[in-house]
Nanobody, 127 residues
Framework: QVQLVESGGGLVQAGGSLRLSCAASGRTFSSGAMGWFRQAPGKEREFVAAIRWSTSSTYYADSVKGRFTISRDNFKNVVFLQMNSLKPEDTAVYHC????????????????????WGQGTQVTVSS
């Protein structure tokens, strides 16, 4: 089992930036992946970005391409989500997720591809 703890959320004005962090502990997962999902009030949890642990290959939702960047620190088992040019529609609770096994590119973008989840961190973007 992997334990995930997110941090870095907060309130920011439209056009601003935030950097989220997700610290992983427990099992190691050199062949797995980590992802970020978000859930706005009254909406389904949706995919934001993912990164493979072994290759650093990255994947993004169309809505955040060019604005968000996912990266990792292997030695510290931490994944980051740099969010720039934030919009009010980015407001949501952001959750970190981990898969300890290899999953397909399509599975990286859906909730069922991941077995461990963090509690989430609130991101609020004011207009």
């Amino acid at each position: 089992q992997v334990q995930l703890v997110e941090s870095g959320g907060g309130l920011v004005q439209a056009g601003g930036s935030l950097r989220l962090s997700c610290a992983a502990s427990g099992r190691t997962f050199s062949s797995g992946a980590m992802g970020w999902f978000r859930q706005a009030p009254g909406k389904e949890r949706e995919f934001v970005a993912a990164i493979r642990w072994s290759t650093s290959s990255t994947y993004y939702a169309d809505s955040v391409k060019g604005r968000f960047t996912i990266s990792r620190d292997n030695f510290k088992n931490v994944v980051f989500l740099q969010m720039n040019s934030l919009k009010p529609e980015d407001t949501a609770v952001y959750h970190c997720a981990a898969s300890t096994y290899y999953i397909s590119s399509s599975a990286l973008t859906v909730k069922t591809g991941y077995s461990s989840w963090g509690q989430g961190t609130q991101v609020t973007v004011s207009s």
